[in-house]
């Protein structure tokens, strides 16, 4: 009698055991561990709820910061197109352009593969939604949204882990970046205006600068500069050499791809510019050069800490912005870091 009460007991734990499997397996994604079985839903940076009923297997991109995250994420097999500015990572380039970019791109090859996903930057929804519709009225789940923007980067991480079912990667890369975030806000955060430097900032184009309601302006906040532009009428105005030279910046700081053939040469082409031959940063040699790469997606932690070491080198000085960059490379993109983005 014993042994057979036994028997029955051994059994109902091998169903138990067997039941909580199944339903593991049910209701958990095979990939992370952390999905529930149903509808994954997001909601994108124009608002929009973006609906898939399990994650992504094949994917298109029109956006090169979200092809770079999609790599980060470890994904990168799961993309099947891309535009032509989708160039990084360098493995990319096997996979075929199906769109020179985003905006009103042509759909015969996107809709012939018709992936599950197609990512893009808000460029595609500027004609009214018209591409998007015709998108999705073609089964593709779209989603929009900007990684050269800060306050959207961890957002659009944390929404593409769940749209491919990889949370915990996502998680993993938004962590590295905040670290990096909280080491530069705990070092600027108590500093009183009279302690931070005057910063000009210039874009692609001379005397193209930024101001008040501009992503450059937040980025300059947070690395605690003081943007000499920053109460100008419109968010990227153009200024005169002289209302440069009447600001005397203390630190100038210059976007440039650093693929460009002149990039090398920028520095002092910016120093020699009779304007600016009197300001504290051309007499002091604090003109500073970047690719805006660095401030994008996963590369944007190397960003912040170059700009913040520039600015504020006491307060940096224990930090090699460069080694961020190889560490990240590597760790996100197992590539090491070959080329300059930021000079000297």
Request: hydrophobic share 40%; with cysteine; proline share 7%.
């Amino acid at each position: 009698m014993k042994k057979t009460l036994l028997i029955v007991a051994i059994l109902l734990i091998a169903v138990a055991t067997l039941s909580t499997f199944v339903l593991y397996k049910l209701y958990m994604a095979p990939e992370e561990g952390g999905l529930k079985e149903g509808p994954i839903v997001v909601v994108d940076c124009k608002g929009v709820k973006v609906t898939l009923q399990a994650p992504a297997k094949t994917v298109i991109s029109l956006s090169s910061g979200m092809t770079e995250l999609i790599y980060a994420l470890g994904c990168e097999d799961r993309i099947i197109g891309r535009d032509s500015y989708s160039i990084f990572p360098p493995d990319v380039l096997n996979k075929p352009v199906v769109a020179p970019h985003s905006y009103h791109p042509p759909l015969e090859k996107i809709l012939e593969l018709k992936p599950d996903l197609l990512v893009s930057n808000t460029n595609l929804v500027y004609d009214e939604n018209e591409t998007r519709k015709t998108l999705e009225a073609a089964g593709i789940a779209v989603y929009v949204d900007e990684t050269s923007t800060p306050d959207r980067v961890k957002i659009c991480i944390a929404n593409l882990g769940v749209l491919l079912g990889v949370e915990d990667r996502a998680q993993e890369i938004i962590s590295f970046i905040e670290s990096y975030e909280r080491i530069v806000q705990d070092r600027v955060k108590d500093l009183k205006e009279s302690e931070k430097p005057r910063v000009y900032l210039e874009l692609f184009r001379e005397w193209n600068t930024v101001a008040k309601g501009s992503v450059g302006h937040k980025l300059l906040e947070f690395v605690g500069g003081s943007n000499i532009a920053a109460d100008l009428p419109t968010p990227y105005p153009i200024v005169s050499p002289e209302f440069v030279a009447e600001k005397n910046p203390e630190i100038i700081i210059r976007m440039k791809m650093s693929g460009d053939p002149d990039y090398p040469l920028l520095r002092q082409q910016i120093m020699n510019r009779t304007a600016l031959m009197g300001v504290d940063a051309v007499k002091n040699g604090k003109v500073y050069i970047y690719d805006p790469e660095l401030m994008q997606g996963v590369r944007y932690p190397a960003g912040i800490l170059y700009w913040a070491k520039w600015i504020h080198p006491n307060l940096f000085e224990d930090i090699d912005p460069e080694a961020v960059h190889k560490e990240l490379s590597l760790k996100f993109f197992g590539l090491e870091l070959e080329g300059a983005y930021a000079f000297p």
